[in-house]
């Protein structure tokens, strides 16, 4: 009997810290009004568009009734959440970074990503992704491969309203699925596209693509230049 008077006794006190915090919000105002929208009578017949929802800050200075009625309201989205990872492409070349070097497949805990690299048309091995897949319900957005990407071409990506209702094929997200370029990264991410890290990471793929880039014209030019004449015996 003395433990069913404290379950009661726990039960009031939840009660009235719930009548509480009513009474408060429709004293200051607040009983019929979202915290990050207009009255809720028009919400109910004019809400947002996709993009301009209202966003809505929750802090240690949040008291009363909070609830955010997604999707006409969000959450802010901090330049550090991660969901799946994104493959970047210089937006002034148009040349993806990957080089399909299979080590963010390598570090991957639960081995979600696979690649295949491309080939030339003599069978010589390109450095460049021909395939490249991630499996979004087996990635546990851990950001391993974007830290361990030798050429930063993986970074984590904001999007995650990925649902569908079917799993099999739109959940194996594809290349050209996870393509992005590099002026959508600096956008969404900053901070870190102005770090002093990134800002030096960015010199170094730079010149490692140049010096590809020379590679390959040298080998074409060699290819192009003509045979030298085979002197031929002088007659008699």
């Not at 429709?26 to 929802?53: M, T």
């Amino acid at each position: 009997m003395v433990s069913g008077l404290g379950v009661i006794r726990g039960h009031m006190v939840t009660m009235r810290r719930f009548l509480l915090t009513f009474w408060r919000d429709i004293r200051q105002g607040k009983g019929l009004s979202r915290r990050g929208g207009g009255h809720l009578l028009v919400d109910l017949f004019r809400k947002p568009a996709r993009g301009d929802e209202p966003r809505v800050q929750q802090d240690f200075k949040t008291d009363g009734l909070f609830t955010v009625e997604y999707p006409d309201e969000r959450l802010p989205v901090y330049e550090r959440f991660r969901v799946l990872p994104m493959l970047v492409y210089d937006t002034e070349d148009g040349n993806v970074r990957c080089t399909s070097c299979n080590i963010c497949a390598k570090v991957c805990p639960p081995q979600c990503i696979w690649m295949t690299q491309a080939k030339s048309p003599k069978g010589t091995v390109v450095p460049l992704p021909e395939d490249f897949y991630i499996d979004m319900d087996v990635c546990m957005n851990c950001g391993l491969c974007s830290e361990y990407c030798p050429f930063d071409a993986i970074k984590m990506d904001h999007n995650f309203e990925l649902s569908n209702y079917e799993r099999h094929q739109t959940h194996i997200f594809s290349l050209q699925d996870l393509l992005v370029s590099s002026e959508f990264y600096a956008k969404t991410h900053p901070e870190a596209w102005n770090s002093a890290d990134e800002v030096a990471e960015r010199g170094k793929v730079a010149k490692k693509k140049d010096q590809r880039l020379q590679k390959a014209l040298a080998g074409s030019k060699t290819a192009a230049a003509p045979a030298k004449p085979v002197p031929q015996p002088a007659r008699a």
